[in-house]
């Protein structure tokens, strides 16, 4: 089995797109560090006092990923890198380097000669600071072939421990992409030596496949991003390494089963919409079920709403889905709700007894929930934004719990001023979702029920287990 090791490059891309500020971009990296990702890729310093500073906060707060530093084509920029690196537990210097006609001429402003005498120098240069040295080769494919060969040696006699080659045009198809590496391997022998990553544009949406080509021809490293196609989403690697990984010979140390809860906590700071949540969107609004759809299919489209159900619950939740669909056809909203309403019954561990919420426009929001658990009955106040926001404290200052809030809806059930509402609430617990529902004239009561119900469900579970 061969070891596929992943480095993200959103932290960069985040600081080229000034997504994100100080704190959200050290949440990031913790988030990014707890799923073991092999290497973070940092953003270029500007040569401003809070870039060094960022990157120094780093090296005392990441315990178990690599942090790659660009390090630029002078000694002078390699300094201020390493300056800022040192104390990293596991430093890497990334050497960025154009190597195709265009790139050269028009970013570097180099000639063939000048951009690989700059090479061998900042590769020496840096070796001599750092022991892992990686040489990050822009649009690859587009060079021409003799010289890139040239650079590749270069870099590697004088010390590169690791080789990017880049697909930054994104215009090869996977098995074009294969035969070009395969090539490299052959002409340059040095690459047996040293670790080959690859890191392909997405804008054919063709990146992962070209990947897993590029693996099977020598490669052992891929670069990731969750912001624009400049490079193939995290979650697409760790989802073909899992669900393909054995039988191609590979496996990462990513911990993929984390990745899902997640991969929305990343977007959310991003400001930006994953592709799987953007999927369920478009699985609710646009997809509607028939009571001709078999077991097998509602039970595939409940597993993508993120569930995992017993048999016994798949049962249930088929039932109602079949007499609701033997009046009109389903759409994924409601089959959500018949999953909130009908899967995981459990015993009521927590009972509402009471709620009171004061909202205006001239004070701040508060929540006043009585629950009752074991006969004992017990009170939490809390402030919110919002009554919803605030009831939901008030639960969690009773109870003692806390669960990230996946989603929250309320939808009427019938019309007119006494409409009675539905809510359906999805709590995350260890990386699987529970679904409560409540139904009531009121909101805010029917929205309490709901976060009730699902949080009773992870209760039970625990105390199962």
């Known amino acids: ?26 949440e990031l990296a913790k988030l990014l560090d707890k799923l073991n990702i092999s290497a973070l890729e940092l953003p270029v310093l500007s040569g401003n006092k809070a870039d060094s500073i960022f990157v120094k906060t780093l090296c005392s707060v990441i315990l178990n990923t690599t942090l790659s530093q660009p390090a630029g084509l002078t000694r002078e920029e390699a300094d201020a890198a390493w300056k800022a690196l040192e104390k990293a537990r596991r430093p890497r210097l990334v050497i960025d380097a154009p190597i195709s006609s265009v790139q050269m001429e028009y970013i570097a402003r ?19 600071l750092c022991q892992d040295v990686e040489v990050s080769f822009q649009d690859a494919t587009r060079a ?9 040696n270069a870099a590697v006699e004088n010390g590169a421990t690791s080789i990017t080659l880049c697909d ?18 052959q002409k ?24 897993v080509k590029a693996f099977s021809v020598g490669a052992s490293g891929v ?34 089963t984390e990745l899902e ?69 389903v759409t994924g909203k409601e089959l959500d709700a018949i999953v909130a309403a009908s899967a995981m019954q459990v015993p009521a561990t927590y009972q509402l007894k009471s709620f009171v919420i004061n909202s205006g426009n001239i004070i701040t929001t508060t929540a006043s929930v009585r629950l009752e658990k074991d006969g004992q009955t017990a009170e939490g106040i809390s402030f919110g934004d919002g009554p919803i926001d605030a009831a939901f404290k008030a639960i969690e ?26 809510a359906v609430v999805r709590l995350r617990s260890d990386g699987r979702l529970y679904a409560g529902s409540g139904v009531s004239t009121d909101i805010i009561g029917a929205a309490i029920r709901a976060y009730l119900g699902a949080m009773n469900k992870i209760v039970y579970e625990e105390k199962e287990v």
Do not use: W
């Open 1 to 26: 089995m061969k070891k596929i090791c992943i480095t993200d490059m959103t932290l960069r891309r985040a600081a080229e797109n000034r997504l994100l500020g100080f704190k959200e971009r050290i």
């Open 110 to 128: 180099k000639k063939p000669p000048q951009m690989l005498a700059a090479i061998e120098a900042q590769v020496k240069y840096c070796a001599s």
């Open 144 to 152: 021409d072939e003799e010289f890139l060969c040239q650079a590749m």
């Open 168 to 185: 930054t045009a994104g215009v090869m198809l996977p098995e074009e992409f294969g035969a070009f590496l395969s090539n490299l391997y």
């Open 188 to 211: 340059v022998p040095a690459l047996e030596r040293v670790f080959v990553k690859v890191a392909c544009d997405d804008s054919m949406e063709l990146a992962g496949a070209s990947t």
């Open 223 to 256: 670069k990731c991003c969750f912001i624009g196609q400049q490079a193939p989403r995290l979650s697409t690697i760790c989802h073909i390494l899992k669900a393909r990984g054995e039988s191609l010979g590979l496996y990462t140390t990513a911990r993929v």
């Open 261 to 329: 809860r997640t991969v929305n906590r990343i977007h959310s700071l991003l400001g930006t919409e994953s592709r799987e949540a953007a999927a369920a969107v478009q699985h609710d609004e646009g997809v509607a079920y028939d009571a001709n759809d078999s077991l097998a299919a509602i039970a595939d489209a409940v597993r993508r709403m993120g569930y995992e159900l017993a048999e016994d619950d798949m049962a249930r939740v088929y039932d109602e889905f079949l007499v609701l669909a033997a009046s009109k056809p």
């Open 397 to 422: 200052q009773v109870t003692g719990r806390h669960y990230e809030l996946e989603d929250f809806r309320i939808d009427a059930v019938t019309e007119g001023k006494e409409a009675i509402g539905r």
